[in-house]
Structure formats: structure tokens, C-alpha cells
């Protein structure tokens, strides 16, 4: 274990996150008060662990801080980071803020590898990134218009890696219709008190919004259509997601009811990790129901993979992509895998690591390298594919980032809003977050529970919660 010792309370997450990106097969544990001032015994403390100290510099701004700590560390572990001192999970917001103060890309450039240690690969995608979300982004109305987000927290299965809010259709399939009519009184809230602004993109995610059965999409998407001005929207996504879930009939009610943006997502490509990662799913039923989709009209496909699933090298990503590429997406997002506490994933890790079956700890037995990133990277491109959005993850495998690629006119614009915050994002359903941005940068945010029987018994209160926040 390492131990960290500081006589300040404040940046305890940063210097967390940057003692993980350097060591992160170790616990990490951040204390706050000088070394001796705290009780050892309760934290289990031994001379076994190492142990760091900083003290005396409480009012150091914390860039110069991380400064400090990253080269310290990269000269004990002679490691460089790909993202430097970053811990954000914003990277590309730092550069959009350095172009908004009308710094030149040179500038940018020299900032992000001066300032923040970040790697010249990193630092131009981050700026191509930013440039591209400039473009996308450029007929958005911040300040008098929103986004809708609708959870469905339904899956056929739970895959192990997942945290979100997920339930199996099975156990809860008598109680969807009355879920439902929980989000029919939740987008009433909406019609009523978003009347004058302008509804920008609408996501249905999960989950697996396609456990719906065509009459539910269709009642569901039909009963938005009539409550709220759907006249400037200008993306209508259905994250279909699990192809188990997918039906032709499914696909015409979505079709038929105006959703033009859809996610049919493989994760790998490679059968015999989507058995280890419980997808419950082959490949050659992916292919078969991107296929459909495409026979159904939809021309704007997006695709997720993960890269360093367990067991997985550089040889299945290789095959993985080059079966992707058959298939040519218009939209290609690439995870790094983080394992989160609250996933099966993690609790099947820690179990073999309990009982010795583990031979190395949790977060070494995932494995994602540069060569993996750099040959998504590479077919994304070759399949016509820019990035045009990025994001980053604690604990995510390999310190790297998850990146959206997409071609020319197909890129997400609700994947760039909700990463860059810049406009108010209203969340319907069980385990959702509404996120009011406020000019300045200021955000402030409200939840619903996400227990689903929770959710419904307390609907009101859901609601209440958003009418307050927007009051």
C-alpha cells in the first residue's frame, strides 16, 4: 500500500488519481495531517507500506502541486504518462477553454505538454477533437435550449463489467408498462416547463432501451412526440445496444417513429470473451442485426467496442477490428475498460484474488497498451472515421481514454454535450442525472433513485427534484 500524508485538506482526489495512473496495481490511501499526527493503527499502516509526505504548502496552486508530484513520480518509475498530470475526465475541455481565450493551436499545444506533461499524440487529438466539436456544436443553442435523456434500466443479462442501472427484463417484464407511465408523467413535467425552449437532441439509453417490446418503443416514443415541439431536434438516438435484443419488428416501430441515429454494440468481436463478459451473445448475431438495421433504412449506425477485456491482446483487437470494418459503422466508439467497484466484473476479480486464483492483482489482469489503441485508432480511420469526442475514466485500463470516431455529418451531438457540459440535459427514469448548466461554467445537478420500484413509488418526488432545480 501507498500512503500519503497531507497537512492540507484540499486536492486529496487529484493526488489520489495521480499516485493510481503511476502505480495502478497498488492501494492507494490519501491522509490528510502530517506524518505521526494520524493513528497509524486504525488505517493498518505497516513499515511495509511506502510512504510519502506533503507538507508546507497548503496554498500552492494546485497545477503546480500535480507538477510537482508527476515528476516526482516519473523519475522514480521512469514511466511518462499519455495524458501527463491530467485527472480530469475532461481533457479536451482545457483545450476548448485555451481556444476560447483565443490561444492559436501552437499555443494550445505548447500549454497542454508545458503545463500538463501530456504526450504530442494526446495533445493533437485532443485539439483535432476540440476543433470538431467546435464545428459540431456551432448550432447549438446553449443558453434556450436542452437535451432529454430517458434511462430504460432494462437488460436481457447483466454484462459483468457494467455499473449502470440494470435490471433483467425477465424478472421485471410485468412491471414495464407501469414504468412507463412513470416517464408519460415525467415528460409531462417537461411539456410543461420547458414549453419555450428548444429540445436539441433526445438519447434513450439504459441499460437496453430495445427490451422493449414495438408497442412500447412505439408508445413510448409516440407519447413524446405528442407532449413536447420535436420540430428542431436535431438527433433522435436509441441505444439498441445488445443484438439479443434486437428485432426487425423493433426496428420498423423505431424507424416508423423518427429515431435516426442507433447503437448496435459488439464490445469484441471475439465469441469466446463475450461468454467470459456475460453478453449471452455471438457475433454472428451482431452481424445479423447490424445487417437488419442497415435492410430497415437506418444510416447512422454506431458500434462500441472495449479494449482490454480480460484475456484479451492485441491479436483479438486486431481481429476485432478488421470484422468491424465488414460491417463499416458510421460511428465507432472505443472504450478503455475501467473496472468499477460496483460491477460483477470487479466482484469476480476480487473473489479469484481472495482465494489466490488471481496471480496478479485486479487491475493487471486487464490489459490495454498502446499497440491496441493505436490499431483502433488506425481501422477507425481507415474505415473514414474521425474522432470527435473523448472522455477519460478512474481506473481505466492503461491510463488511456475512450474515443469517438465517427464519418463527416454522423457525429454524436449528445455524446459531445454531455461530456462538455455546456448545455442543461433533463434525465427521465430510474438512476438518471439532470444536469442544469448555468452561464460561467457553473453546474448543478438533481437525481432520480435508481431503484426501479423506488423510482415509481416516489415518482413525485423525482419530479419535484427537477422542478426545483430549474426553478
Known amino acids: 500500500m501507498i500512503v500519503i500524508y497531507l497537512d492540507f485538506d484540499k486536492y486529496q482526489y487529484d493526488v489520489h488519481s495521480l499516485f493510481k495512473a503511476f502505480y495502478p496495481e497498488e492501494e492507494i490511501m490519501v491522509l490528510p495531517g502530517e506524518k505521526g499526527s494520524f493513528p497509524e493503527k486504525e488505517a493498518k499502516i505497516t513499515d511495509k507500506d ?9 496554498h500552492i496552486e494546485k497545477n503546480q ?8 513520480l516519473s523519475g522514480e518509475t521512469g514511466k511518462k504518462l499519455p495524458w501527463g498530470n ?26 497542454m505538454k508545458n503545463t500538463y506533461f501530456v504526450s504530442d499524440e494526446k495533445t493533437k487529438l485532443c485539439l483535432e477533437i476540440a476543433h470538431r466539436e ?19 434500466p432494462f437488460c436481457p443479462t447483466t454484462c459483468l463489467y457494467c455499473s449502470f442501472t440494470s435490471y433483467p427484463i425477465v424478472s421485471y417484464k410485468n412491471m414495464v408498462d407501469d414504468y412507463l407511465s412513470c416517464l408519460e408523467k415525467e415528460i409531462d413535467y417537461v411539456a410543461e416547463n420547458f414549453a419555450t425552449k428548444t429540445l436539441d437532441t433526445i438519447y434513450i439509453g439504459g441499460g437496453t432501451p430495445t427490451t422493449l417490446e414495438p408497442h412500447q418503443l412505439e408508445r413510448l416514443i409516440g407519447y413524446l412526440k405528442d407532449k413536447l415541439d420535436m420540430s428542431k431536434v436535431k438527433e433522435f438516438t436509441v441505444e439498441s445496444g445488445r443484438p439479443d435484443s434486437i428485432t426487425r419488428e423493433k426496428l420498423r416501430a423505431m424507424k416508423k417513429m423518427g429515431v435516426d441515429r442507433i447503437s448496435v454494440n459488439p464490445q469484441t468481436m471475439n465469441d469466446e470473451t463475450l461468454k467470459l463478459i456475460g453478453r449471452r451473445h455471438t457475433v454472428a448475431q451482431l452481424v445479423d442485426a447490424f445487417n437488419m438495421a442497415r435492410e430497415e433504412g437506418f444510416d447512422n449506425i454506431n458500434m462500441d467496442i472495449i479494449l482490454g477485456l ?14 468491424i470494418k465488414k460491417l463499416s459503422p458510421d460511428d465507432l466508439t472505443v472504450h478503455s475498460l475501467a473496472i468499477k467497484r460496483g460491477s460483477k466484473l470487479y466482484e469476480v476479480l476480487h473473489e479469484k484474488e481472495i482465494k489466490g486464483e488471481l496471480k496478479v492483482p485486479i487491475l493487471q489482469s486487464i490489459n490495454n497498451t498502446e499497440e491496441m489503441m493505436e490499431i483502433a485508432a488506425k481501422g477507425a480511420r481507415d474505415m473514414g472515421l474521425t474522432p470527435y ?15 469517438g470516431y465517427a464519418r463527416e455529418g454522423k457525429a454524436g451531438i449528445y455524446n459531445i454535450l454531455i461530456n462538455e457540459e455546456v448545455q442543461s440535459i433533463v434525465a427521465l427514469g430510474a438512476g438518471t442525472v439532470t444536469k442544469r448548466v448555468y452561464g460561467g461554467g457553473r453546474i448543478e445537478r438533481c437525481d432520480n433513485v435508481k431503484d426501479v420500484p423506488l423510482y415509481m413509488e416516489n415518482l413525485q418526488e423525482m419530479i419535484d427534484r427537477k422542478r426545483k432545480l430549474f426553478k
Do not use: C, W
Not at 86 to 101: Q, V, Y
Not at 310 to 323: F, N, Y
Open 50 to 58: 511506502e510512504v510519502y509526505s506533503y507538507s508546507g504548502i497548503e
Open 65 to 72: 502541486l500535480k507538477k510537482t508530484i508527476y515528476e516526482e
Open 86 to 111: 491530467l485527472t480530469g475526465i475532461r481533457p479536451t475541455r482545457i483545450a476548448m477553454s485555451f481556444m476560447e481565450e483565443g490561444k492559436n493551436d501552437a499555443e494550445v499545444e505548447s500549454l
Open 134 to 152: 467546435k464545428e459540431v456544436l456551432k448550432g447549438i443553442d446553449y443558453e434556450n435550449g436542452y437535451s432529454l435523456y430517458i434511462g430504460i
Open 310 to 323: 480480460p484475456g484479451e491482446t492485441a491479436l483479438e483487437v486486431s481481429h476485432t477490428i478488421e470484422e
Open 389 to 403: 469526442y473523448l472522455y477519460r475514466q478512474k481506473n481505466i485500463s492503461g491510463n488511456f481514454e475512450n474515443t
